[in-house]
């Protein structure tokens, strides 16, 4: 069984090149049904140049958050997205959202959460973060999204280590590396029916 996914992405969208990538070539159980950003995003380039259907949905042309997310919900829902995945998408979504795919959201975000998340800490400046604070680890996180901001049940996360000559820009593309093994892992475990919630826990069955 092939899980569809409808992808949400904000910029480059390297992460969701990934997770084509590996679709593509069948490491993965999964097909990008769709893909939405609230931007002219590059990550909308690189659906369209696999023939996926890419949208833009911008906020500021609704007249409430509820309209805005309904809108993203509906074209998630036309095109079949059985699974959301928040690939560098950076807009905040509400329970409205959330509830409209109760446990079928899945977000990676560019630390080791709780450090540096929640709101504010996106992007660069999260890599930016890790610098100042000085801390010798950082890495990257996939988890469930549920109606706080990054505080869902974790599935995986991996480490790299800050070295002294690391700046937030070499920082970044550590963590993007990792990103793209375990976003793309995250999504084969789901699609397999291997990940079980309980509490605050994710389980993997081996
Ligand atoms: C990724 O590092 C992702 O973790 C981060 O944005 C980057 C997007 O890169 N997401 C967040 O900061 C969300 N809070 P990409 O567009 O190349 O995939």
Not at 16 to 42: C, E, H, T
Not at 91 to 117: E, Q, T, V
Not at 148 to 176: L, M
């Amino acid at each position: 069984m092939i899980l569809k996914v409808g992808v949400l992405a904000s910029g480059n969208g390297t992460n969701l090149q990934a997770i084509i990538d590996k679709s593509r070539n069948g490491q993965i159980p999964v097909r990008v049904a769709v893909v939405i950003s609230d931007r002219n995003a590059f990550a909308l380039r690189r659906a369209r140049a696999h023939n996926i259907p890419a949208y833009i949905v911008k906020p500021g042309e609704y007249d409430s958050q509820r309209e805005y997310e309904q809108q993203m919900v509906d074209i998630l829902k036309k095109h079949g997205s059985e699974l959301v995945v928040l690939s560098g998408f950076m807009k905040i979504l509400s329970p409205h959202f959330i509830d409209s795919f109760k446990g079928r959201i899945i977000n990676i975000h560019p630390s080791l959460i709780p450090a540096f998340c929640g709101k504010g800490f996106y992007g660069m400046k999260v890599h930016e973060a890790v610098i100042d604070y000085g801390v010798k680890i950082t890495g990257a996180t996939v988890h469930f999204v549920d109606e706080n901001v990054d505080s869902g049940p974790i599935i995986i996360q991996k480490a790299v280590a800050v070295e002294d000559s690391d700046t937030p820009e070499t920082i970044a593309q550590k963590v993007h590396e990792i990103e793209h093994e375990i976003l793309p892992e995250a999504l084969k475990l789901f699609a397999q029916g291997k990940l079980k919630v309980i509490g605050r826990r994710v389980f993997i069955e081996r």
